[in-house]
């Protein structure tokens, strides 16, 4: 079993900056691929960064990009999130998770974490 633990959320002002982490443990493949998702009250579960199985290529959704970055530490099976330039609409609990694979679509993932609560106050 495959364990997540994400942290680094927060209470911050709008245009302010998080750095959220993602330490993976248990039976994880040599082979994986991380990332992460949003859910705010009342909507659905969205995308928000991952890398794909082909090297270190990164793809974002489309609301975060060219203010959050992903990025990864194999040697500590961590994934990080860091998010800049936040706004209120930003304010969702963020789950990581894992894929071990290959193959299916980049946003179909078989791992996840409990979550960690980001806020961007206006």
């Known amino acids: 079993q495959v364990q997540l633990v994400e942290s680094g959320g927060g209470l911050v002002q709008a245009g302010g900056s998080l750095r959220l982490s993602c330490a993976a443990s248990g039976r994880t493949s040599s082979s994986y691929r991380m990332g992460w998702f949003r859910q705010a009250p009342g909507k659905e579960r969205e995308f928000v960064a991952a890398?794909?199985?082909?090297?270190?290529?990164?793809v974002y959704g489309g609301s975060v990009k060219g203010r959050f970055t992903i990025s990864r530490d194999n040697a500590k099976n961590t994934v990080y999130l860091q998010m800049n330039s936040l706004k209120p609409e930003d304010t969702a609990v963020y789950y990581c998770?894992?894929?071990?694979?290959?193959?299916?679509?980049?946003?179909?993932?078989?791992?996840w974490g409990q979550g960690t609560q980001v806020t961007a106050s206006s």
């Open positions: 890398f794909t199985w082909s090297g270190d290529n990164t």
């Open positions: 998770a894992v894929d071990q694979r290959p193959g299916g679509s980049i946003r179909r993932f078989d791992y």
